[in-house]
C-alpha cells in the first residue's frame, strides 16, 4: 500500500495576503507553510481558533516565533483553501482592523474569491513564500510526509500508545507527530515510520 493516500486542496491568496505573508521572518514563514500544507490536506493547524467575527468557516493559525503572527484562511470550499489574510499581531487581543480588513463586516467572503483577487499556489507553498528551490522541495516533502501521517493514524481507531507500538516509538513522538511538531522528524524518519506502518513512499524526479 502507498502513503500517498490522500488527495491535496489547492492554496490561493485573496488579495495582498501572499505578499503579506512572505515578509513574515523565514523561520515563521516555514511554520506557516507546514500549517498551510496541513490543512490543504484537510487537517487542522496544530495552533488555532475559529474566527466567526470574520465570517462562517474562518480560522486563525496562531503563530509565536519570533513574535506573534496571524494567517486567516477558510478551507470551506471544495476546490481550495483560500488565504484571506496574514498580519504581524502586535497586541493580546487581535485587532479590530485585521478582523475587518479581509472581511469587512457587510462582505461576504465568497464574494472576495473570483480570479481577479486571487494567486493561484504554484503548487508548493514554500516556493511560494520565497524559499530557494532545493529547500523549498525538501520542506514540501517533510510538510506532506508528516500530513499524511497524521492522517494514517487518525485513520485508525484506537490509542496513542497502539500507534506508538505499530511505529516503533515512544508515545511522546506520536503525541509530537499528531500536533504537527514538524521540525522534531527528518524526512527519512518520516519515511521510516510509514514503512513501519505497511505503507510505502515512492519519490520521482522530473525534469
Wanted: contains cysteine; proline residues 4%; positive net charge.
Amino acid at each position: 500500500m502507498y502513503l500517498y493516500i490522500s488527495t491535496i486542496k489547492d492554496l490561493k491568496f485573496v488579495g495582498n495576503s501572499l505578499r503579506d505573508l512572505a515578509t513574515f521572518p523565514d523561520i515563521a514563514r516555514r511554520e506557516a507553510g507546514f500549517e498551510l500544507w496541513q490543512v490543504q490536506l484537510g487537517l487542522m493547524p496544530s495552533d488555532f481558533k475559529p474566527m466567526p467575527t470574520v465570517g462562517v468557516g474562518a480560522y486563525e493559525i496562531r503563530i509565536k516565533l519570533q513574535g506573534q503572527w496571524r494567517v486567516i484562511y477558510v478551507a470551506k470550499k471544495a476546490d481550495a483553501v483560500y488565504v484571506l489574510h496574514c498580519f504581524h499581531k502586535t497586541t493580546q487581543k487581535t485587532a479590530k482592523a485585521d478582523i475587518e480588513l479581509p472581511l469587512p463586516a457587510q462582505t461576504d467572503w465568497r464574494l472576495m474569491m473570483d480570479a481577479d483577487n486571487t494567486t493561484v499556489s504554484s503548487g508548493n507553498v514554500f516556493t511560494d513564500l520565497g524559499f530557494a528551490p532545493g529547500e523549498a522541495a525538501v520542506l514540501a516533502l517533510r510538510a506532506d510526509l508528516m500530513g499524511r501521517l497524521r492522517l494514517l493514524v487518525q485513520s485508525k481507531a484506537g490509542l496513542q500508545a497502539q500507534a506508538a507500538e505499530r511505529f516503533g516509538i515512544a508515545q511522546s513522538r506520536v503525541s509530537d507527530l499528531l500536533r504537527g511538531k514538524w521540525d522534531k522528524f527528518q524526512p527519512g524518519h518520516a519515511i521510516t515510520l510509514a514503512a513501519r506502518a505497511g505503507r510505502k513512499v515512492e519519490l520521482a524526479m522530473s525534469s
